[in-house]
């Protein structure tokens, strides 16, 4: 079966870090463009960070830069998002989302999605 488990979720303050994995199950990804959305009650989806599993090449939304970094480890079929200095503004569901692409950095067909994991920012 092919699709996307995230992980790393949780309660943390404000000013913590977490750490959240994407793990790619059925497939490798080698030549994916993978991103971090987030989804707040009420709120559209927002798209916070991408990154090309075939060139490393990274973005980020303003929201986020300078405080999450996403990396990846492809003999691990790994995706992560290290989030730090978290705000109370950061509380959603995580969820990452894969388009197979050679030198895409987000996708925008995407073909699979994660379940999302919760992020709760909390004092």
């Known amino acids: 079966q092919l699709q996307l488990v995230e992980s790393g979720g949780g309660l943390v303050q404000p000013g913590g870090s977490l750490r959240l994995s994407c793990v790619a199950s059925g497939f490798t990804l080698d030549y994916y463009a993978i991103g971090w959305f987030r989804q707040a009650p009420g709120k559209e989806r927002e798209k916070i960070s991408c990154?090309?599993?075939?060139?490393?090449?990274?973005n980020y939304a303003d929201s986020v830069k300078g405080r999450f970094t996403i990396s990846k480890d492809n003999a691990k079929k790994t995706v992560y998002l290290q989030m730090n200095s978290l705000k109370f503004e950061d509380t959603a569901v995580y969820s990452c989302a894969a388009q197979r692409a050679i030198a895409v950095v987000c996708p925008r067909d995407v073909e699979y999605w994660g379940q999302g994991t919760q992020v709760t920012v909390s004092s």
């Open positions: 990154i090309s599993t075939s060139t490393g090449s990274t």
